[in-house]
């Protein structure tokens, strides 16, 4: 790992000034990608912003009959949380499938989702229930938030302060996780909202997670996992690695689909 | 140089460390404690465990600097007036180690599950088991040490077998 100047804010307002006044810092939030991007020496920053100490980050609240979940919230705390469980449960289960218990402790919301890593979870639930990413500058629907793999429409000197979800009527999430590094294979969340149906694919696209808008037109007027199956998935646009091929992706999306169907009822 | 302070095992301890210096490398090279193992780099292992603040993390992926000012304990923490702590003594008791080296973070991983959950289904411990990467012994007397372990600790008469 290259060294780096290390500040920890104790403010938002601070974090801010910190990166307009670094050209080169990097924010940091609970390490868990990028701690192993600078040991890889993948990242050269010439600071870094540790945003830990920022309570105005942290926490889940019950807001307009949906929950507001603090950008430096930790995925465990959004798994044991009884406002999410009672709320969104099926955000609360993805929480709890997030890579490993360490993982949950350390790793944040704001973070998975700056990072849009294709094969993370948070993105899925996003854009499955329709969420609005505020930031230290503006809200962003999620629609618009994942821009491609690894990309955001943040900006460089923008901070994700917090993600409000409404609420949906029905929800859940089925994830075929990587057997080595629990990252999804592929993830499908379903919701049936006030606004319509929202199915949200992550794992599988090449640009990061996308919806599924033919099965979320198969579904608007018959919520039930037989209403894809007549549809077929093409697997161009799908990622293909050691781990899948796109083909195998494809398939996937459909079980996954299917079984998220099921587990919402 | 950034210099720390946190409290690791119960005794306030501090230094001079690069902004980059590692929780485990401060722990391992500056403190001395090198029961907290390093068995990967990509964070995966698990043999890295500690606990911060009461919740267990890999110490290979925290800043010694984000850890300033915390309540850290590491495996050589965790005996008590020279008694073995009820998980290590059931590692011992039922052979939950062959090597030895996933050892220390498994067992730091265990008391943090057991901190939370105090009487888990054998499922759970696996799962929880998720970040712990053990080469040697295929996991069953791991299980089995840690479900003895939730049973000694509970005060519950049937040790597993
Ligand atoms: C072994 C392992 C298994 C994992 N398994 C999974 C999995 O199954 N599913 C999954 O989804 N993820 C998984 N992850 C990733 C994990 O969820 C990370 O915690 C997450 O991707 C990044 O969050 P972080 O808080 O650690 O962010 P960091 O690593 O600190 O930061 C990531 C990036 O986001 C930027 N950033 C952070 N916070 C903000 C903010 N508030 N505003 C703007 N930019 C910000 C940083 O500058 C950095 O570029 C795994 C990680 C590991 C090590
Ligand atoms: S050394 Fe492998 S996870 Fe920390
Ligand atoms: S006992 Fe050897 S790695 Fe687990």
Redesign the interface.
């Known amino acids: 790992?290259?060294?780096?100047?290390?500040h920890?804010p104790a403010s938002l307002a601070d974090a801010v000034k910190l990166l307009a006044d670094h050209e080169d810092a990097k924010l940091m939030a609970g390490?868990?990608t990028y701690?192993?991007t600078?040991?890889?020496r993948l990242a050269r920053p010439s600071d870094?912003i540790?945003l830990?100490a920022i309570a105005e980050l942290r926490g889940i609240t019950e807001e307009a009959g949906g929950v507001t979940i603090g950008a430096m919230t930790r995925h465990?705390e959004v798994a044991e949380s009884a406002v999410v469980r009672r709320v969104i449960p099926a955000l609360a289960a993805l929480a709890e499938l997030i890579?490993?218990?360490?993982?949950r402790?350390?790793g944040t919301l704001g973070g998975s989702i700056s990072n849009n890593d294709p094969a993370a979870d948070y993105p899925g639930a996003l854009l499955g229930l329709g969420a609005t990413v505020r930031t230290s500058k503006r809200q962003i629907p999620a629609d618009q938030f994942f821009t491609g793999m690894f990309e955001t429409a943040l900006e460089r000197d923008e901070i994700v302060k917090a993600v409000h979800f409404p609420r949906p009527e029905k929800a859940a999430y089925a994830k075929f996780p990587n057997p080595?590094?629990?990252y999804s294979m592929v993830g499908v969340f379903v919701a049936k909202t006030g606004g319509g149906v929202r199915v949200a694919v992550t794992g599988a696209g090449q640009s990061g997670a996308y919806r599924w808008t033919a099965a979320e037109q198969a579904l608007a007027g018959n919520w039930s996992p037989a209403a894809i199956d007549g549809l077929t998935v093409d697997p161009s646009g799908l990622n293909s690695d050691i781990h899948a091929s796109a083909d195998y992706r494809a398939h996937l999306v459909k079980v996954m689909a299917k079984r998220a169907l099921a587990a919402a009822g | 140089m950034p210099s720390v302070s946190m409290t690791v095992n119960g005794k306030q301890v501090g230094g001079e460390v690069e902004s980059r210096t590692l929780l485990v490398e401060f722990l391992r090279n500056q403190l001395g404690l090198t029961g907290t193992h390093v068995g990967c780099d990509t964070s995966q292992c698990g043999c890295c465990v500690v606990h911060v603040d009461g919740r267990s993390v890999k110490a290979c992926t925290m800043l010694a600097v984000q850890a300033a000012g915390s309540q850290v304990t590491t495996i050589e923490g965790l005996a008590r007036n020279g008694q073995l702590h009820p998980v290590q003594a059931a590692f011992r008791e039922h052979h939950g180690l062959q090597c030895g080296f996933c050892t220390p973070g498994m067992i730091m991983s265990a008391v943090d599950l057991l901190q939370h959950n105090a009487n888990p289904t054998e499922a759970e411990v696996r799962e929880w088991l998720e970040g712990n990467l053990c080469r040697c012994t295929g996991y069953h007397n791991i299980v089995k040490a840690i479900m003895a372990a939730a049973a000694d600790m509970s005060g519950h008469a049937k040790a597993a077998e």
Do not use: E, H
């Open positions: 790992m290259y060294d780096f100047a290390y920890k390490g868990q701690i192993p600078l040991k890889q870094v540790d830990g465990g890579g490993d218990p360490q993982v402790n350390l080595a590094s629990r």
